[in-house]
């Protein structure tokens, strides 16, 4: 049987790796290494032109979350250069895990408490706004139910939020999932993150998916299938510890 491959586009790695979100990356390469399947890495950062490698080989595109003052900097860069590659690619059903700022970013505009709109790719039905003192920062544990991938329908998330920007989805963007402990989206309609073709928006760090297996499996999969053109069941992993794991998280913050 031929080894199958997937490829994975770290956007701004140097720059966007709060609360160790590379450890998603981490956690992809481990679980296609257990299972024989070879993964390559494309790191590409502002100084970074878009390569042919990069735009016809990525199956699966990451990006983290990042201070403000780093995610200003790659802001020109992102929207500019890499933002029309990058809105071609989720349109044809391209993979991709967004965390915080990079979702924030993926949807209409980001509207600060003071200033002008800061304009995103408008790929997502979303729009972010901050309030500033008038609303508390959505910090600290979260636990929530998947709603929006029928495939992990009803199984839970754990994770980490720290924003202050409230994000408030459209009718053409579905949530990821329902809150049970945490603010979520914007602490208000029990929403967290966003799914859109096959795009994960989401708050949590932690990192996410390391705290959630069957996460980065759902995204292995997805990846896999595009790529071969054909539905792919991957090798069962033993997860008994990250399971543990994962029930431990959810006691300790419900």
Known sequence: MTTMELTIGHLYPDLLNLYGDRGNIECLIKRCQWRNIE???????????????????????????????????????????????????????????FICGGYQLLGKYYRPYQGEDIKGLDILDLYTQHFGRDKKRCVGNVACEITGIDYLAGKTLVGFENHGGRTFLGKNTKPLSLITTGDGNNGDDKTEGAVYKNTIGTYLHGPILPKNPHLADYLIKKALEKKYGEEIEILPLNDVLEWETHKNVLKLIR
Not at 41 to 69: A, C, V, W
Not at 71 to 77: A, H, I, R, V
């Open 39 to 97: 993964v390559k890495i494309l790191p590409t950062s502002i100084q970074d032109q878009l390569t042919d490698k990069l735009i016809n080989q990525s199956t699966i595109i990451f990006m983290g979350g990042g201070e403000d003052m780093n995610q200003k900097s790659l802001y020109e860069d992102f929207v500019n250069n890499k933002g029309p590659w990058l809105k071609e690619y989720i349109e044809n059903n391209g993979v991709g895990l």
